[in-house]
């Protein structure tokens, strides 16, 4: 299937406003995301490799934010259990009616449930993996570790969190430079400078980025036991979490 190419932000908008997933930002996401995140293909296929680690036979598995299913598809490729269910949740209804269809177009034996609903709202329970892919950044800072505190009381034992995320530096040399490496990556993947520009505007009141020492310090007051960044790309980076009890 060949990717649709974004480019929303290639012309002058007169009024930016926030950040959106509409239906114009569903229809070019598969393009975007591989444009603007690096190491976004790596972290999917290694998101499947831990599913075939962790996940447990009748147990839950939960994509929170879930997009348009590339994690979903992911895990579910590599579920060798019997009696999982995987539940893909995003509130965005453009995506939610394009991941439904991600998952319909691909015979598996794990059953998928694509939910549209606010993360906050849902209920999770009896979870072996939760997957929050570049999720808890569009999050308010401040409902941020109540989700984290959810998740930990509804994985299992030996249960497992991946959190992906666009990170801040304390160091503010290093966050400078890894934040300039990122636009260079963006524009050695075509995007102009008006279209970096437009599309960070419209992000900044909506996509707050954390420190990897903060997502720590919340995975830790969660509950969690074992934490660590396994893997990072720039200012893109994703950590695990274990449940160990």
Not at 136 to 157: C, D, G, H, M, V
Request: aromatic letters at 10%; hydrophobic letters at 40%; one cysteine or more.
């Amino acid at each position: 299937m060949e990717l649709k190419k974004d480019s929303l932000f290639s012309a002058p908008i007169e009024r930016l406003g926030d950040w959106t997933f509409d239906e114009k930002v569903a229809e070019v996401f598969p393009d975007m995301i591989q444009r603007s995140v690096p190491g976004y293909s790596n972290i999917i296929s290694m998101i499947g490799m831990l599913a075939k680690r962790f996940v447990t036979a009748d147990s839950n598995i939960y994509d929170l934010g879930c997009s348009l299913g590339a994690a979903t598809l992911s895990i579910r490729r590599n579920i060798a259990q019997t009696g999982c269910q995987i539940y893909s949740i995003d509130n965005s209804p453009a995506m939610v009616e394009r991941c439904q269809k991600h998952i319909n177009s691909y015979r598996a034996n794990t059953p998928v449930e694509v939910i549209c609903a606010d993360i906050n709202d849902i209920t999770i329970q009896n979870a072996s993996m939760v997957v929050l892919n570049f999720t808890l950044q569009f999050l308010t800072p401040e409902n941020r570790q109540q989700i984290l505190n959810k998740i930990y009381q509804a994985l299992n034992s030996n249960g497992i969190l991946v959190l992906s995320e666009k990170f801040n530096f304390t160091d503010t040399i290093i966050n400078e430079l890894l934040f300039d490496m990122h636009y260079d990556f963006k524009r050695a993947n075509g995007y102009s400078e008006l279209e970096i520009s437009q599309k960070r505007s419209m992000l900044e009141n909506v996509m707050i980025p954390d420190s990897i020492e903060t997502h720590k310090q919340r995975l830790v007051q969660a509950g969690f036991e074992h934490i660590n960044t396994w893997f990072q790309c720039f200012n893109f980076g994703s950590i695990i979490a274990i449940k160990h009890n």
